[in-house]
């Protein structure tokens, strides 16, 4: 039962806002206050920073101009121009100094104003800082974050909205962190910060700005999420979706759908993209016996595909339908906005897809 694309073309009447639904998608058990992703970055950096002093941030206008998205705001103030350092736009020189701090002790976190322009900096990211440990025989530790936005925003082209997850995700050396909340962003921030190996830190343009809700617990200094650790955000019977960063919130939105047709559908957010946690999408696999995978990035090779691989060998005897992958349109992004957004998954692509796995409605190739 191998993995199936299936894509649907909506068409032009349907082109809705490009900004994600997320009120109606948070599924958070603790705690009162609300924290935007903005404010839980920016807080992990400055909380982390007055912990360590061998922690500085580098990158494009992430110290007078308070960063383009302003994850930095108010850090030179605080730390002063040695620990926030203002570069030139030369991506493959700020992360080729990262790396060589990274190699004395320092602990560096780089910021790319989007992951589209890491390309200029991949081969320190891939053969400097991703190999030298094991090339050292261990002997060389690179602490190093590279973070910033991550896959599609709204309008910027096909060079600014690449997903770059399965890129790095497929990097022995590296590891590949993926936020969705405010919770997530804190802790997985602080993680990545104190882990001793390089850690690729993709956030999400579009959820900057959102609000949810975080606990004390998360609140706390102190606080830390394990990396390769998977999420369960909604508990289910009948289907697991996977899912990460900004498409948590789609299939959280997609399981409310959902259970109004009596399909009880497990949401779980991965989190982590490498390591990547197989146990606990197998065994919610084994339970539900079904599975859709949701992701922005292109479908060949994508997270998908190895989340699929992962299950057909640990699990296939648990399948009772077909694995279904949604993912981007297998295109470089259009500019338009109608086609903008048929070019990557909505809501009602993941209600479709479960449907069709628990057979609630006719599959696609019957009706082609």
């Known amino acids: 039962m191998l993995g ?27 705690g009162t ?21 061998n922690v500085f941030v580098m990158g494009e206008e992430v110290g007078e101009y308070q960063g383009a998205y302003k994850i930095t705001k108010g850090l030179l103030d605080k730390y002063g121009p040695e620990r926030v350092v203002d570069t030139p736009i030369t991506e493959a020189g700020f992360a080729g100094i990262g790396v060589g701090s990274a190699y004395h002790g320092l602990k560096p976190v780089i910021e790319f104003m989007t992951f589209n322009f890491s390309m200029q900096a991949i081969d320190h990211i891939i053969n400097s800082a991703a190999k030298s440990n094991y090339m050292s025989a261990g002997q060389i530790n690179v602490p190093i ?47 990545a910060i104190r882990d001793p190996d390089p850690v690729v830190f993709l956030e999400n343009e579009l959820l900057y700005g959102e609000s949810f809700p975080i606990s004390d617990e998360a609140l706390d200094s102190s606080f830390c999420l394990p990396i390769g650790k998977a999420k369960i955000e909604r508990e289910g019977k009948d289907i697991t979706i996977t899912a990460f960063s900004k498409m948590v919130g789609y299939a959280l939105k997609a399981a409310e759908i959902l259970e109004k047709d009596g399909i009880s559908a497990e949401i779980i957010n991965l989190r982590s993209i490498r390591p990547l946690d197989r146990a606990t999408i197998n065994a919610s696999v084994r339970k539900t016996n079904r599975l ?17 691989a992962s299950v057909v060998e640990d699990s296939f005897g648990y399948l009772d339908a077909p694995v279904e992958r949604i993912a981007g349109a297998d295109v470089p992004t259009p500019y338009a906005a109608n086609l903008e957004r048929m070019a990557f998954p ?13 057979y609630r409605s006719v599959p696609l190739a019957a009706t082609a």
């Open 346 to 358: 909505q809501i009602e692509d993941i209600v479709r897809a479960a449907k069709r796995v628990c």
């Open 4 to 30: 199936v694309i299936r894509q649907k073309v909506i068409g032009a009447k349907d082109v809705m806002r490009l900004r994600p639904v997320v009120s109606s998608m948070r599924h958070y058990s603790s």
């Open 145 to 191: 974050v590279f973070r910033g936005p991550n896959g599609p925003a709204a309008g910027v082209g096909a060079q600014h909205s690449q997903c770059y997850g399965a890129w790095y995700g497929s990097v022995p050396g590296l590891k590949v962190l993926v936020p969705y909340s405010s919770e997530d962003a804190r802790g997985l921030l602080k993680a």
């Open 33 to 53: 206050k609300e924290m935007t992703v903005r404010d839980a970055l920016n807080s992990a950096l400055d909380e982390e920073m007055a912990a360590d002093p």
């Open 292 to 308: 859709v995978t949701v992701e922005e990035g292109f479908p060949q090779h994508g997270i998908g595909a190895e989340i699929c």
